[in-house]
């Protein structure tokens, strides 16, 4: 069992699923758990995870926005494939100085070179959201943040390698964690930085006709 999956069925126990309105399902085409704990704050838990597993590779001279919304509308398409009469919900978050696309750190090296890099600077956070109806339309938002970093010392950036955040992060680093003390400054979505805009994906959700469960709605009410 994944951890996405096991995070998953951990927070269906506790909060209201799509399936509980009838003839709506929502799936998660991204097996991220910051993205399922983000939807579980307000109070969205999808009905199913399945990750689309593309190769993420950017584009010759492919801008950092343009990749974004590629990967986002790739990601949703193949899981939609899979899941015929259901919303499809996919994001990708790319982190970005200038035109320079920073990867998911896989290695204290990586990490350590994009800490370096983003150091005493501005850089830019994209995030693509697509969400596909269930008659195969599909919508898409695309939102940017801007991050300011302190400049790190390289006691800095090996205390932080230390902990093991980074890892699978893009740009080396976890704006919810440790990392947070190295932020001078968010212009923008904060949970965008994080990995995914609430604001825009409900404003998705809601304009593909997607009902958003209330607090002291009970399962079913209200929906026919």
């Known amino acids: ?28 085409a991204s097996a991220s758990p910051r993205r399922l704990d983000l939807l579980a704050q307000i109070g969205i838990v999808p009905d199913a995870v399945d990750a689309a597993y593309l190769d993420e590779a950017p584009i010759k001279a492919e ?6 919304a590629r ?8 899981v939609a494939a899979r899941h015929p009469g259901a919303f499809v919900l996919a994001a990708d978050t790319v982190v970005a100085v200038g035109r320079r696309i920073l990867p998911k750190a896989e ?20 995030g693509g959201v697509v969400l596909i109806d269930p008659a195969g339309r599909l919508r898409r938002r695309l939102v940017r ?4 970093m302190k400049r790190l010392e390289a006691a800095e950036i090996a205390d932080y390698l230390a902990g093991g955040e980074w ?5 080396g680093y976890a704006i919810q964690g440790a990392a947070s003390m190295f932020v001078r400054a968010i212009h923008g979505s904060y949970s965008n930085i994080v990995g995914l805009p609430l604001f825009e994906t409900v404003a998705l959700l809601r ?3 997607f009902r958003l469960a209330h607090k002291n709605e ?6 026919r």
Do not use: N, Y
């Open 107 to 126: 290695d204290a090296a990586a990490a350590r070179s994009c800490l370096s890099l983003l150091s005493g600077r501005r850089h830019r956070v994209f």
């Open 71 to 78: 990967l986002a509308a790739a990601k949703a398409t193949r």
């Open 167 to 171: 890892h699978g992060k893009a740009g």
């Open 1 to 28: 069992m994944t951890q996405a999956r096991a995070r998953l069925d951990e927070a269906i126990g506790d909060a209201p699923t799509a399936t509980q309105f009838p003839m709506q399902r929502l799936v998660l």
């Open 207 to 209: 304009g593909a006709g």
């Open 145 to 148: 943040s801007d991050v300011v």
């Open 218 to 223: 009970q399962p079913g009410e209200g929906a």
């Open 63 to 68: 801008l950092p926005p343009l990749h974004a």
